[in-house]
């Protein structure tokens, strides 16, 4: 089967962007695939965090994984800080990368934008990025639009290192999932949902309670026509609670408009809260049983475990291919 390779950052509330545009494809992969799924916790520090918010985010993440069906026996569950081998290949990779390559890099640009002190760590993040991918030789990663760029980045590095040195990488090919793998804003659905967005009527987040997810939804911004259909161009707010109901439900978009036609948008949010609610709550009381039992730090440590055993392989080969070997 072949590899993928995935991760969440851990900051932030995750939300159901997050998950129906990641996290719950994961636990469709982990069926077909070689799986390895990361928090990648070394990434939340290209800004400023708070230690102790940090790790127990990082925790609360891995414990969502499980919760929403990942199995620690299918599928490589790890912190990336786990697995020193990442910021060592980083450093193998990065004198390899180019200076004027990572300045391209439009999410630098737009996270450095307007701030007069910007980290190395933003700058040079997506060769970590791509060390993340390559070290454990895989050869699909699901990607959204926002992070195609990052992958063409690794895919450029390692046909770079194996034409310099000898073939090293696994040149990964991108896994986009082309329905779903956007999920907009509720009060803007020109802008992705974020979990960092000003307004918390951005977002649904996967804690979120029964009154908070109805109040988010009954809010959404739709349009004045009145007419359930789906078109992105004309109708984006509509269309994006459309492909959130489908994605929830099961529905597809055609049987969700055949069924809703003549309805008002009152009743397709009421019965879009009904849906949300019902999918999320068995996840939320999962979360805190497992929070409660410990199991989440054995997962971690366990997956650790059996992704430095690969990791050691690649960055053995690596430097072995540079000369870093001496005896």
């Known amino acids: 089967m072949k590899r993928v390779l995935s991760g969440v950052q851990p900051t932030g509330d995750v939300t159901i962007g997050n998950y129906l545009g990641a996290i719950k494809r994961f636990v469709d992969l982990q ?41 620690p026996k299918k599928s490589v569950i790890f912190a990336q800080s786990d697995v020193p081998e990442h910021t060592e290949l980083t450093w ?19 996270k450095s934008e307007d701030k007069q002190n910007v980290s190395v760590g933003l700058y040079t993040y997506p060769v970590l990025m791509a060390a ?42 991108p896994l986009i999932n082309e329905f779903g793998a956007r999920i907009m804003g509720l009060d803007d659905p020109s802008k992705k949902m974020s979990k960092s967005a000003k307004s918390p009527y951005n977002r649904i987040t996967m804690m979120d309670t029964p009154d908070e997810i109805k109040s988010k939804i009954m809010k959404a911004v739709t349009d004045t026509d009145n ?78 475990e059996r992704a430095r055993a690969e990791a050691a392989k690649t960055v053995q080969a690596a430097k072995e291919k540079m000369g870093l070997l001496l005896g």
């Not at 193998?92 to 737009?110: N, S, T, V």
């Open 31 to 71: 069926d077909t695939t070689d799986p390895y799924f990361m928090i990648v916790n070394l990434h939340a520090w290209t800004v400023p965090q708070d230690p102790q918010v940090l790790k127990e985010k990082t925790i609360n993440l891995a414990a969502l994984y499980l919760a929403v069906g990942l199995d």
């Open 92 to 110: 193998l990779l990065q004198c390899i990368a180019y200076f004027g390559e990572l300045g391209r890099m439009i999410q630098f640009k737009e």
């Open 132 to 173: 993340d991918i390559l070290i454990y030789q895989a050869d699909l990663v699901p990607v959204g639009e926002d992070q195609k760029q990052h992958l063409e980045l690794t895919r450029d590095l390692a046909e770079r290192f194996n034409n310099r040195f000898g073939h090293t990488f696994t040149v990964p090919d």
């Open 227 to 304: 007419q359930i259909r789906f078109d992105p161009v004309n109708k984006p707010g509509i269309s994006n609670l459309l492909t959130i109901y489908s994605l929830f439900s099961g529905e597809t978009i055609p049987q969700l408009e055949e069924r809703l036609a003549g309805q008002g948008y009152g009743t397709l949010k009421k019965e879009l809260v009904e849906v949300v609610v019902n999918h999320l709550q068995p996840i939320q009381q999962r979360l805190q049983q497992l929070k409660k039992s410990g199991e989440v730090l054995d997962v971690l440590r366990n997956g650790a």
